[in-house]
């Protein structure tokens, strides 16, 4: 069984401020984790995914996450937040092994940034 | 770029009545999904699809849904009596293989059932 949670439905923050999104997973065998960003009117793109790896992962557009397991965490980062960033992000965890791997999603933290 | 092309965009219909959803996945993959959200809600995991045999489903996933890959390309969920309840955008994802590779989105169809 698998679980994600994300702490904070919304998040708010300046333009040029830290984005910190934070996800937290519970799975019973090693997992692969991602995120995943959803722009409005629009479908999931991948931002950066963790498959056993490095820990610490770059993705696009500057985000980066870094899976410490002893936390069960992946928590997401962005040096500086740009006014497009606004969108809502989801973590997701997939078994690492079994047959169809599916994704089972966080509920999403919406992004605002702020001029 | 090549990409997951769901069709139609926003499928408006009576309860009680049968859609059909339709997906195009990337050409060389192998593992099918349907994803559901609704409004407001987590996306959620419906089935998966393999080697033409649902590899897995949901509880969500009940006798009211059917999947098909009639032809290779196409990729359908069939919903055969839809409820209020159904109303929710759904996603189509396709993977190369069943590793680590990720899951590639479709744009969504927004079904609303009234």
């Known amino acids: 069984a698998q679980s994600v949670t994300q702490l904070g439905s919304h998040v708010s923050v300046s333009e040029g401020a830290l984005v910190l999104l934070r996800c937290n997973y519970s799975s019973s065998v090693p997992p692969y984790l991602f995120w995943y960003v959803q722009y409005p009117n629009q479908g999931l793109q991948l931002l950066l995914k963790y498959t056993s790896a490095a820990t610490l992962v770059k993705g696009i557009n500057d985000f980066e996450a870094e899976f410490k397991k002893s936390e069960t965490s992946f928590h997401l980062t962005k040096p500086s937040a740009h006014m497009s960033d606004a969108a809502e992000y989801f973590c997701a965890v997939s078994p690492s092994s079994g047959s169809a791997r599916q994704l089972t999603f966080g509920s999403g933290t919406q992004l605002t940034v702020l001029p | ?114």
């Open chain 2, 1 to 114: 770029e090549p990409e997951v092309t769901q069709t139609p965009s926003h499928q408006v219909t009576q309860m009680g009545q049968e859609v059909i959803l339709r997906c195009v996945p990337i050409s060389n993959h192998l593992y099918f999904y349907w994803y559901r959200q609704i409004l407001g809600q987590k996306v959620e995991f419906l089935v998966s699809f393999y080697n033409n045999e649902i590899s897995e489903k949901s509880e969500i996933f009940d006798d009211q849904f059917s999947v098909e890959r009639p032809d290779g390309s196409n990729f359908t969920l069939k919903i055969r009596s839809t409820k209020l309840e159904d109303s929710a955008m759904y996603f189509c994802a396709s993977k190369v293989d069943r590793g680590g590779t990720e899951a590639f989105f479709g744009q969504g169809t927004r079904l609303t059932v009234v």
